[in-house]
Nanobody
Framework: QVQLVESGGGLVQSGGSLRLSCAAS????????MGWYRQAPGKQRELVAL???????NYADSVKGRFTISRDNAKKTVYLQMNSLKPEDTAVYYC?????????WGQGTQVTVSS
């Protein structure tokens, strides 16, 4: 069975940093594009960062220069390094994997940034 398990969320002060991890199992990890999405209260889920199987990356404008997505295929893990955090970054962050018609989601991890 496929499993995506996020970790690393928590409560931080404005300007602080967190690193989220998503460990995958049950998939051929190297074939999948991996992404981080977030959903704030009362808002739609939005793409934060994406990394393709080839290592190309894309970021939401709101996080460019502050967040970095990376992947370690040997560990079957994708990371999101979040620096200079703002209260507006507060949301549940979800890990996503996609290959062709196959798509999977993690359970989400809460990130709260206080001012």
């Amino acid at each position: 069975q496929v499993q995506l398990v996020e970790s690393g969320g928590g409560l931080v002060q404005s300007g602080g940093s967190l690193r989220l991890s998503c460990a995958a199992s049950g998939i051929t990890f190297s074939l999948y594009a991996m992404g981080w999405y977030r959903q704030a209260p009362g808002k739609q889920r939005e793409l934060v960062a994406l990394i393709t199987k080839g290592g190309s990356t894309n970021y939401a404008d709101s996080v460019k220069g502050r967040f970095t997505i990376s992947r370690d295929n040997a560990k079957k893990t994708v990371y999101l390094q979040m620096n200079s955090l703002k209260p507006e970054d507060t949301a549940v962050y979800y890990c996503n994997s996609r290959f062709s018609a196959l798509e999977y989601w993690g359970q989400g991890t809460q990130v709260t940034v206080s001012s």
